[in-house]
């Protein structure tokens, strides 16, 4: 069971240490169109994707997807080659049927566009997998001064890590990956209908939040106490009924990486999305074969992760946020203002009824 602290903050404030670096991600809406790259490749047996498009703009909605491209994953030590299947416009995918991730390997990826433009990112080392330990939750309520000089009061879900960190030498950089997943759980709504079900859907997360941790430039044997991952907490919203689950990806990453999401980073502002077009001063590890010159956007990582999980019900959380009585009506009391989706869970975006193992 998840230990709740809850305290209370005059002010909001940005806090960056030297060796730890949370931050949020602006992207620019001044860019011409560009090429942009992104995908991942690890020691999980899961499938990996792999997006390609171009932008004119700095905002994700300005995506224009790469279609009829092909793609390859190569495992550089033993010369193994697996291609890329079409998920859906410019998203390609391998399930790792051929090439499994595995540490202290070499990987990269080769690409040809339909136009012939032919592509690779740069050789890249599979790093170590550095476990963490534990997850947990805080719920922070947070005063914020308007520019009218009102003050209001925020609450937010917070989550941290604790993780004991190598000892034998410093060369380790992690970074933080967080998704959310939530059930939800149907009322009655007539007596000759269904019995009520249970929805399993991934829940609306931050996309700016992002944590890295750099091991040369952190002296210790554990890190205590690493926010991860704040949440606003609304109270109209349809994710606390039932569990409402925070899934941490610990992910070991190479020092190149590192020094993208890290510039990342500095040339950002606090609004934005990590997800958008990266800006044109930083490029990634990919580059034209034939014109080097040729500025690419995105990147293709190795990650080794260790997940974490916790989680948060309704129960836990302040008497303030009811949020059965907010969102749901009583069985057959309803007025025009209910919500159709407690009757019908899956008409929330994302739903399944398939639930997850591990829930």
């Not at 959310?180 to 759980?185: A, G, I, K, V």
């Not at 992760?305 to 969102?327: A, C, K, N, P």
Request: aromatic residues 12%; glycine residues 6%.
């Amino acid at each position: 069971m998840n230990k709740i602290k809850i305290t209370l903050l005059t002010f909001l404030f940005l806090g960056i240490n030297s060796c730890i670096d949370p931050f949020t991600l602006n992207l620019e809406n001044n860019q011409q169109a560009a090429l942009v790259i992104y995908g991942d490749f690890s020691t999980d047996k899961r499938a990996h994707q792999l997006e390609i498009y171009t932008t004119d703009s700095q905002i994700i909605r300005n995506k224009q997807p790469i279609t009829g491209a092909t793609a390859t994953l190569v495992a550089d030590d033993t010369g193994e080659r697996e291609d890329y299947q079409v998920v859906s416009a410019g998203v390609y995918e391998v399930n790792g049927s051929t090439i499994s991730g595995a540490t202290g390997s070499q990987y990269h990826i080769e690409i040809c566009l339909p136009n012939g433009n032919k592509y690779q990112s740069r050789p890249a080392t599979m790093p170590r997998k550095i476990r963490g330990d534990s997850a947990f939750i805080q719920i922070n309520a947070v005063e914020e001064l308007l520019v009218t000089g009102a003050i209001t009061t925020k609450s937010f879900l917070e989550v941290f890590v604790d993780s004991p960190l190598p000892t034998d030498n410093n060369d380790y950089w992690l970074k933080y990956d967080v998704t959310t997943l939530y059930s939800f759980f149907e009322i009655i709504c007539s007596p000759l209908g269904p019995p009520p079900d249970i929805c399993f859907i991934p829940g609306r997360n931050d996309p700016q939040q992002i944590s890295l941790v750099n091991g040369q430039r952190f002296n210790g044997s554990r890190l205590e106490n690493f926010k991860v991952n704040q949440k606003r907490l609304l109270p109209d919203n349809f994710e606390y009924r039932g569990r409402h689950y925070f899934l941490v990806n610990q992910q070991s990453i190479t020092e190149d990486a590192f020094d993208y999401w890290d510039k990342l980073n500095r040339v950002a502002n606090q609004t934005g999305s990590i997800f958008d077009a990266p800006p044109a001063g930083v490029p990634g590890n990919i580059y034209n074969v034939n014109d080097p010159a040729e500025t690419v956007l995105g990147y293709f990582e190795l990650t080794n992760t260790d997940s974490l999980r916790t989680f948060i019900t309704e129960g836990e959380i302040f008497q303030d946020y009811q949020f059965t009585t907010l969102v749901c009506p009583s069985p057959f009391r309803f007025n025009n203002q209910f919500f159709r989706e407690c009757c019908n869970c899956e008409l929330i975006e994302g739903a399944t009824l398939e639930r997850p193992s591990w829930f």
